[in-house]
C-alpha cells in the first residue's frame, strides 16, 4: 500500500453535505481529539496510515460466538467496558447519532443497496461487475453474522445489492448495465457519485421521492473505489479504498482492509492512540488482525444493545 498521504488534522468545513471526497482534508472523526468542527452529521474514519500489509499477524481466530445475551467471555469482559467508556466519552453525539449501520439495516428492514463510487478510467466489465456485488455482500454479512440472533437482532443475512455505479464516463462500463443505474455525477470534488438524491447520506430521513430511479433504488452504503488510495476510510457514508487493493483481493474470504472500514459503519472505533487491557489483535486494531475476532464481535454486540435500547427497537 501507498503510504504517501499524510495525515492532517485540518478540518474543512465546506459543503455541508458532501461525503467528504478527500479525508485528508475532511476528518470528521466523530471523536473528541480533533474535535469535529462540522455540524453536519458525518461520521468519518481516516486510516489513510494504517496498515503495512508485511506486518499482519493473523488473528487467533477463535470465536466463541453462541451466546445471544449479553454474556462475553470473562477475559473480554474489562477491555470490553473500556472501549465503550472510550467511544461514549470521545464521540460527539454517541447514542444520538443515528445513521450508523444498525440504524440503516433496521430502517431498511434487512436490505442494503450500495453505489459503487469507480474513480478513474480503467473500464469494468459485468463480470467484475457481479463480483464487486458479490464480495461486498460477503464481508457487510461478515459482521451481520457475528450479530445474528444477538439480543434480537433479527437478521440472519442481510441482502446487501449494488444498485448503482458512479463513473467519470458510462463507456467505462462494458456489458450490460441494463441491472444497474448508470451515473455520471460528481461531487463537489468532481468525483464521481450516485445521485445524492437518492443516497441515504443525504436523505437520512428516508425520504427518496426525488430520486428518479425511484425509492427502490436508493443507496444506503457508497463503496468508494481510488486508484492508488493509501489505506482506507469509512463511516455511515460507506467505505473507501484502493481500487487495485479491492479488485486484486476480489475474491478473497476476508478483504481485511473493508472489513475493519464496515466495522466504522457500524459505529465502531479506532485504536491509534491506545488498546484496551489484554487484547491486541482484533480487526479494529488496524493492521493487526485478517479477520473479524471475537473482540470485534463483541465490541459490535455492545452497540447493538445499547442502541437497541436508546431506540426502542
Ligand atoms: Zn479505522
Redesign the pocket.
Known sequence: MKHSLALSTIVASAFASAIPANVQQHIQRRAANPQPVCSFEDHT???SN?WDRDNITPAIPKRDLGETTWNPPTNLITPLKEVWDHEISTYSNALGFKNYGYDQVMAAEGKINYCVRWEGSTKVTAEQRTEVKTAIRKQFNKWIAVLAGFEGFPYETVDVNVVGWAVNDASILEGDVSTIEVYTDKDADGIPQCAESCGRFFHQDGDYSGCKAGAARHYDQSLWLTPGFGG???GDWGQRVAQEYFMENINAENIHIVL??L??TFAL??F?DWTPTGVTNFI?N?GSAMEITEFDAWMARDWWRNLKANRGW
Open positions: 474514519f481516516d486510516d494504517a482506507g476510510a469509512g475493519h472500514e466495522g466504522h472505533d479506532d491509534y479494529m488496524a
